[in-house]
DNA sequence: CTGATTGCAAAGTCTTTGCATACGA
DNA sequence: TCGTATGCAAAGACTTTGCAATCAG
């Protein structure tokens, strides 16, 4: 099942109307492959129907607090929100030019599970950050 | 050597002066062992030599742009900043009460010094956060 | 002496809140 | 119909910038 759908439902079951905004937001980010922000998604839907900024703001809140996506933050000061999918990944962050390269990696996965297992604390998620430079900044 | 000795060393080779503002902060964040937000170093100073608002952001870049301390970023919204020592440590971050918790883990460590070898991209630094709830506020 | 450094206050971003209107069920 | 959802504008929180006074070398 795509993962708007779940989103829908689940916010349904949680006693949400489907709005306008809110099914906006839903579809845009059930399309996307890696992290967005806020002002972001704002121009995104800036050519289909219009969404206020405060509308967007209140959409991800919810959605974070229903576990369907995730926050990001990747050290530039502004919040990134992604779709929470059983195969996560994480971010490669490029300082010279601010953009974001996904990637996988199973090792890392199986060492923060063992971590987590260890910790006197409940973990429910995890963030990996790489920061450096993408291949284009670095020549350049 | 300690950090903040190392730290005033690098800054005068840079051609920075040894002001007021830089030493008190310096030395503040030498003798931390978590990260700590701009605001709550303003607060930490306001007992001994007052620094303004803006001098903790101004030294807190140039120690970034020197490498002597790393910004952190757990997802709510606040930079926090701590010195980049040899054997660096991740956070335990609680959504309930924000307390910072600090931990060290080698295999974590190796998994992410293999993937940055492995990616088309000159990584030099990363973050790792996990996200949950503390033993006090799983409880309450 | 001379230019770097500092603090204050103002300006900027990103995010949240208040409130009246519009809309979904 | 009734309460939720929405957009706008105002308020907030954190960070950066402009500028005159001060200080380090």
Request: proline content about 1%; hydrophobic content about 40%.
């Amino acid at each position: 099942m795509a993962w708007s759908e779940h989103a829908f439902e689940q916010l349904t079951a949680a006693g949400h109307r489907r709005g306008g905004a809110r099914e906006a937001v839903v579809e845009l980010l059930g399309g996307q492959s890696c992290a967005l922000s806020a002002l972001e998604i704002e121009d995104a839907l800036r050519g289909g129907r219009r969404v206020g900024r405060a509308s967007v703001y209140r959409v991800l809140d919810e959605l974070v607090a229903l576990d369907l996506i995730s926050r990001v933050d990747v050290g530039d000061g502004v919040a990134r929100y992604e779709p929470q999918r059983s195969h996560h990944h994480h971010h490669l962050v490029c300082d010279g030019c601010g953009r974001l390269t996904p990637f996988q990696d199973d090792a890392l996965e199986q060492a923060i599970r063992r971590l987590a297992d260890r910790v006197a604390f409940a973990v429910s998620d995890h963030d990996v950050t790489l920061h450096g430079s993408c291949e284009h900044c670095s020549t350049g």
